[in-house]
Nanobody, 115 residues
Framework: QVQLVESGGGLVQAGGSLRLSCAASGISVRLNAMGWYRQAPGKQRELVARIYGGDYTDYADFVKGRWTISRDNAKNTVYLQMNSLKPEDTAVYYC?????????WGRGTQVTVSS
C-alpha cells in the first residue's frame, strides 16, 4: 500500500521560506518520477515541480528560480524548498507520482503566505 505523507507547511510572510517534505512508503522515490502539486481554493490542482531520472527537474513557470525540488533516496523522501514566497502561493501542497495516481493522494500540507 502506497502512502505519501506531506509535512512542513505553515503560515509565513511574503518573501519568507518553507521546506516541504514528502515521506513515501510502498513506493520508491528513486524509481518513480515524483512531483509536488498544489491546489488553491476554487482552483484545480496543478503540478508545480517534478524530479525524475538522474535527478532531472522541471518547474512550472511561476516558481522557476524560487523553489527547488530534491529527493533523499535513503530516506525515501521528496522535498520542496520554497523561497521568496508570495501570497498567491497560498494553497494545499501534495506530492504524488508524475503522472499522478489517484489512489496515492495524501492529506497535503497547508501553506499560507500573508502579505
Amino acid at each position: 500500500q502506497v502512502q505519501l505523507v506531506e509535512s512542513g507547511g505553515g503560515l509565513v510572510q511574503a518573501g519568507g521560506s518553507l521546506r516541504l517534505s514528502c515521506a513515501a512508503s510502498g513506493i520508491s522515490v528513486r524509481l518513480n518520477a515524483m512531483g509536488w502539486y498544489r491546489q488553491a481554493p476554487g482552483k484545480q490542482r496543478e503540478l508545480v515541480a517534478r524530479i525524475y531520472g538522474g535527478d532531472y527537474t522541471d518547474y512550472a513557470d511561476f516558481v522557476k528560480g524560487r523553489w527547488t525540488i530534491s529527493r533523499d533516496n535513503a530516506k525515501n523522501t521528496v522535498y520542496l524548498q520554497m523561497n521568496s514566497l508570495k501570497p498567491e502561493d497560498t494553497a494545499v501542497y501534495y506530492c504524488n507520482t508524475v503522472p499522478y495516481s489517484s489512489s496515492y493522494w495524501g492529506r497535503g500540507t497547508q501553506v499560507t503566505v500573508s502579505s
